[in-house]
Protein backbone atom coordinates (compact mmCIF):
# COMPACT_ATOMS: atom_id res chain seq x y z
CA UNK A 1 0.00 0.00 0.00
CA UNK A 2 1.52 3.41 -0.73
CA UNK A 3 0.15 6.97 0.35
CA UNK A 4 0.88 10.21 -1.65
CA UNK A 5 1.20 13.07 0.56
CA UNK A 6 0.87 16.87 -1.07
CA UNK A 7 -0.05 20.59 0.06
CA UNK A 8 3.06 21.37 2.03
CA UNK A 9 4.41 24.76 1.19
CA UNK A 10 5.73 28.02 2.64
CA UNK A 11 2.87 29.86 4.74
CA UNK A 12 2.78 33.26 6.82
CA UNK A 13 1.89 32.94 10.57
CA UNK A 14 -1.57 32.82 10.84
CA UNK A 15 -2.14 31.05 7.45
CA UNK A 16 -3.40 28.05 6.57
CA UNK A 17 -2.61 25.03 4.59
CA UNK A 18 -4.50 22.03 3.73
CA UNK A 19 -2.75 18.39 3.27
CA UNK A 20 -3.72 15.24 1.25
CA UNK A 21 -2.58 11.92 1.47
CA UNK A 22 -3.94 9.26 -0.68
CA UNK A 23 -3.86 5.78 -0.45
CA UNK A 24 -3.11 3.12 -3.15
CA UNK A 25 -2.81 -0.45 -3.61
CA UNK A 26 -4.59 -4.13 -2.85
CA UNK A 27 -6.61 -1.83 -0.39
CA UNK A 28 -9.36 -3.86 1.58
CA UNK A 29 -10.18 -1.39 4.47
CA UNK A 30 -8.08 1.57 6.00
CA UNK A 31 -8.75 1.02 10.34
CA UNK A 32 -6.89 4.16 11.21
CA UNK A 33 -5.11 7.37 9.34
CA UNK A 34 -3.10 10.23 10.41
CA UNK A 35 -0.98 12.93 10.17
CA UNK A 36 2.50 12.96 12.22
CA UNK A 37 5.23 15.93 11.93
CA UNK A 38 8.88 15.84 12.55
CA UNK A 39 10.55 19.39 13.57
CA UNK A 40 14.05 19.72 12.82
CA UNK A 41 16.10 18.35 15.32
CA UNK A 42 13.38 16.75 17.02
CA UNK A 43 11.67 13.12 17.11
CA UNK A 44 8.20 12.35 15.34
CA UNK A 45 5.45 13.31 17.21
CA UNK A 46 1.42 12.56 16.83
CA UNK A 47 -0.31 15.48 15.06
CA UNK A 48 -3.81 13.82 14.47
CA UNK A 49 -5.38 10.75 13.26
CA UNK A 50 -9.07 9.54 12.60
CA UNK A 51 -10.34 6.20 12.51
CA UNK A 52 -12.73 4.87 9.93
CA UNK A 53 -15.88 5.61 12.51
CA UNK A 54 -15.07 9.45 12.08
CA UNK A 55 -13.52 9.40 15.84
CA UNK A 56 -10.50 11.65 16.21
CA UNK A 57 -7.81 12.42 18.48
CA UNK A 58 -5.59 15.46 18.13
CA UNK A 59 -2.41 16.60 20.04
CA UNK A 60 -2.72 19.19 22.49
CA UNK A 61 -0.40 21.49 20.62
CA UNK A 62 -3.22 21.57 17.00
CA UNK A 63 -6.50 21.43 19.10
CA UNK A 64 -8.47 24.26 17.62
CA UNK A 65 -6.12 25.02 15.19
CA UNK A 66 -5.79 21.62 12.75
CA UNK A 67 -8.71 19.42 11.40
CA UNK A 68 -8.33 16.22 10.71
CA UNK A 69 -10.88 14.03 7.74
CA UNK A 70 -11.18 11.62 5.47
CA UNK A 71 -12.77 10.93 2.37
CA UNK A 72 -13.35 6.40 2.95
CA UNK A 73 -14.41 5.98 -1.04
CA UNK A 74 -11.05 7.80 -2.18
CA UNK A 75 -9.10 6.38 1.13
CA UNK A 76 -7.87 9.87 1.16
CA UNK A 77 -7.18 11.97 4.87
CA UNK A 78 -7.08 15.49 4.69
CA UNK A 79 -5.25 17.78 7.37
CA UNK A 80 -6.73 21.47 7.56
CA UNK A 81 -4.47 23.78 9.04
CA UNK A 82 -5.56 27.08 10.54
CA UNK A 83 -3.79 29.97 12.55
CA UNK A 84 -0.25 28.28 11.91
CA UNK A 85 2.69 29.53 14.02
CA UNK A 86 6.36 29.20 13.17
CA UNK A 87 6.29 26.20 15.80
CA UNK A 88 4.00 24.29 13.34
CA UNK A 89 7.37 24.08 10.55
CA UNK A 90 7.91 20.48 10.29
CA UNK A 91 7.94 17.60 7.83
CA UNK A 92 4.42 16.19 8.07
CA UNK A 93 4.03 12.82 7.18
CA UNK A 94 0.55 10.61 6.65
CA UNK A 95 0.24 7.21 7.86
CA UNK A 96 -2.43 4.65 7.32
CA UNK A 97 -3.19 1.02 8.99
CA UNK A 98 -5.48 -1.53 7.72
CA UNK A 99 -5.79 -4.58 5.89
CA UNK A 100 -5.02 -5.36 2.31
CA UNK A 101 -5.93 -8.23 -0.15
CA UNK A 102 -3.24 -10.80 -1.22
CA UNK A 103 -3.20 -13.60 -3.70
CA UNK A 104 -3.55 -15.70 -0.53
CA UNK A 105 -5.22 -14.34 2.58
CA UNK A 106 -5.77 -10.40 3.85
CA UNK A 107 -2.68 -9.22 5.32
CA UNK A 108 -2.51 -6.25 8.11
CA UNK A 109 -0.47 -2.85 6.73
CA UNK A 110 1.03 0.04 8.36
CA UNK A 111 2.06 2.45 5.41
CA UNK A 112 3.60 6.21 5.55
CA UNK A 113 3.75 8.53 3.13
CA UNK A 114 6.97 10.15 1.95
CA UNK A 115 6.26 13.84 3.96
CA UNK A 116 5.71 17.18 2.73
CA UNK A 117 7.41 20.13 4.09
CA UNK A 118 5.27 22.92 5.59
CA UNK A 119 7.54 26.16 6.54
CA UNK A 120 5.74 28.79 8.30
CA UNK A 121 7.67 32.19 8.83
CA UNK A 122 7.21 34.70 11.34
Known amino acids: VQLQASGGGLVQAGGSLRLSCAAS????????MGWYRQAPGKQRELAAIIDSGGRTNYADSVKGRFTISRDNAKNTVYLQMNSLKSEDTAVYYCKADGVRTTDWSPRTFASWGQGTLVTVSS
Open 25 to 32: GRILSINV
